[in-house]
């Protein structure tokens, strides 16, 4: 028995992938061309793999303030915002986000990860209990196990399944707290959030809704699935990241509980670690407000959405339960999968490949995900790529 046995499967997959030549896990992006194309393990591709939905990594403005800020206030702040690394800025960007999001409190955190999972953290306690979405993102699943609450998980996007662990609860749903995503990663699915908020308004106990992958794409102000629902109002807590719709990296949290206020000085993952750089809170901002001003962006994001869902569907795919910015195709054999994700690079695609445990059910998901900065042509391009899959091929070589 050593400490490397329990990672013995992990260093088999390693090797299997490694014995047939393909890299899909951490493959490397040699250069980028623009927001939508990059050479990436020696193949030049259309990106269809990023979060970068609003196509704004590459917004001069963006990049110029951030040059700015790193001229100005140096490269990082080498402290945590409870010590010596809140700069103006964090707190301008922090009223920004509560601004748009029509809340009183916000916290911005280093990233994405630290503000779900250290809300998820902190909020319920011992003695208290967390009811989550069975698909949640891994950030929120460590925290609620760092929580030490009593977690029920209920069936992904199922009201009634969460309504009977609800009622099982009895007087204990007073310090019971919900956690669901607007928008699901993985599948591009929404959460029925309507139910979800009256069942949370009929039984009690708070809501923390992820938006992480829903901010700037839905709703009238592009502030996710909860605006676009009408239940802004019975979300306690709304959580979200940088690091997709805005292009940089770093995490919020914005709430209408006055409480919030104290209870940042008890997450574990705002105080322990170094805030953002100046630069990056200086691009987000900018990103923030070029959201709000081009909701042309969000019109061309839904239009490629849609493209793309509609063209592998037409194909003749198994793709998510509903059009989004994210297309996943299932494909139920692992190896078939890897084969597919290889064929797609050499083709000109980059897509995620996900396997088990990491896809929602047994089966491996291609997911794609579109950008407003793509052009027809290239959803087009995407589109022939997988057209010209061999999907009953299970070798992994081209
Ligand atoms: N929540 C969800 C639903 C996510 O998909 C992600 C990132 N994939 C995160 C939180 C963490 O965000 P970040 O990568 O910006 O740290």
């Known amino acids: ?63 110029q303030a951030g040059q700015q800020a790193l001229a100005e206030q140096g490269t990082g702040t080498t402290g945590s915002r409870m010590a010596n690394g809140t700069f103006a800025a964090h707190v301008a960007l922090e009223q920004e986000l509560a601004a748009f999001f029509a809340k009183q409190q916000c916290i911005v955190f280093s990233t994405g990860y630290a503000a779900t999972m250290g809300m998820a953290a902190t909020l319920a306690g ?36 969460l309504e009977k662990r609800l009622r099982r609860l009895g007087a204990r749903t007073a310090n019971t707290l919900i956690i669901v995503e607007g928008m699901y990663s993985m599948l591009g699915d929404q959460a029925p959030l309507a139910d979800i908020a009256a069942l949370k308004k009929h039984y009690g106990g708070l809501l923390l809704v992820d938006e992480a992958h829903s901010l700037g794409m839905l709703g009238e102000h592009g502030r996710g699935v909860a605006e676009a629902a009408g239940v802004e109002e019975d979300v306690d807590f709304t959580v979200g990241t940088f690091s997709k719709s805005l292009g940089a990296i770093g995490g919020y949290c914005v709430s209408n509980h006055a409480e919030l206020a104290a209870i940042r000085f008890a997450i574990r993952s705002y105080i322990f670690t170094a805030s953002p750089s100046p630069s990056v809170i200086a691009s987000t901002r900018v990103a923030l407000r070029l959201m ?43 190896d078939r999968a890897i ?56 070798a992994a070589a081209n």
């Open 339 to 394: 084969a597919c994700w290889s064929q797609l690079l050499h083709r000109g695609a980059y897509v995620n490949l996900v396997m088990p445990p990491a896809s929602p059910s047994t089966d491996s998901l291609l997911r794609c995900s579109v950008s407003a900065a793509h052009s027809h042509e290239q959803i087009d391009r995407i589109i022939e790529a997988f057209a010209g899959l061999d999907t009953e091929h299970t």
């Open 1 to 63: 028995m050593s400490l490397f046995d329990k990672f013995q499967p992990l260093i088999d997959i390693r090797g299997e992938l490694e014995g047939v030549g393909v890299m899909p896990f951490g493959a490397v992006t040699e250069k980028l061309l623009s927001p939508t194309e990059a050479i990436v393990n020696g193949q030049r591709v259309i990106l269809a793999g990023t979060n970068n939905y609003l196509g704004l990594t590459f917004e001069p403005e963006c990049i």
């Open 126 to 161: 011992p003695g208290d209990v967390i009811v989550l979405d069975a698909d949640s993102h891994a950030s929120l699943y460590d925290g609620v196990r760092l929580s030490g609450a009593e977690v029920v998980r209920f069936k992904h996007n199922d009201a009634a399944d």
């Open 292 to 334: 709000q001003e081009r909701p042309e962006l969000r019109t061309r994001l839904w239009d490629n959405a849609r493209r793309l869902y509609d063209g592998l569907q037409a194909l003749g795919f198994k793709v998510s339960p509903q059009a989004s910015p994210v297309v996943a195709v299932t494909i139920e054999d692992r």
